[in-house]
């Protein structure tokens, strides 16, 4: 994201996170630039200091939700297995994704910001650490399904043990296929 700072002149009357606050608070799948521009009270032209356009905002504001993302194995839980760590990660995103209707599309076709790709690649290395026998790109597969089976049904409330459901089915298979010498290529 290009941030324009002046350096004369009158302070700012808001910032990139105060905008990404407010595309979160209307909502990422529908808030508008003059919307949101309304909400911080300034000026539409204002908004435009701080991003080029409303997929950039947008970008930004799904990419600051992912920072948030505990990525630390559950003590209560926690058997060293890659499963038992993915399960808890893309449990926590689920609320989020639920919350904030637009994200799960975020997670899905991207382009991801920092933070985002921050997530996946701390996911792919503690699947890699706990079953060696993955290659990187073995590791994001079963990474990238498991999360992405978590987010699937989550902007449906009456689905979400669905989601749980289909994120252990697919987590069980994948580690069926591991087991038997057969990880992704």
């Keep these: 994201m290009i941030s324009r700072h002046r350096s004369v002149g009158r302070p700012s009357r808001t910032s990139l996170d105060a905008l ?25 032209a204002t908004v435009y200091n701080y991003v080029h356009s409303r997929d950039e905002l947008y970008r930004g504001a799904c990419d600051r939700l992912s920072a948030g ?8 839980t926690d058997t060293g297995s890659w499963m ?14 639920a919350t904030h209707p637009g994200f799960t599309e975020y997670l899905f076709y ?7 790709r921050h997530i ?28 992405m089976s978590s ?9 979400q043990d669905a989601g749980t459901w289909l994120r252990h089915s697919v987590m069980l298979g994948m580690e069926q296929q ?8």
């Design 20 to 44: 990404q606050d407010a595309a979160l608070t209307l909502g990422l799948d529908s808030f508008t630039l003059a919307a949101v521009a309304k909400e911080v009270g300034v000026a539409e």
């Design 69 to 76: 993302v505990d990525l630390t194995p559950d003590p209560a």
């Design 84 to 97: 038992d760590y993915m399960d808890a990660v893309s449990a926590r995103v689920v609320p989020l994704a």
């Design 110 to 116: 991207g382009p991801f910001g920092p933070e985002t």
């Design 120 to 147: 996946y690649s701390t996911m792919v290395a503690e699947v890699m650490r706990r079953r060696p026998e993955l290659d990187a790109n073995a590791a994001y597969f079963v990474t990238s399904r498991t999360f």
């Design 151 to 159: 987010v699937t049904t989550a902007s449906f409330p009456h689905l």
């Design 178 to 185: 591991i087991d038997a010498g057969k990880p992704a290529r």
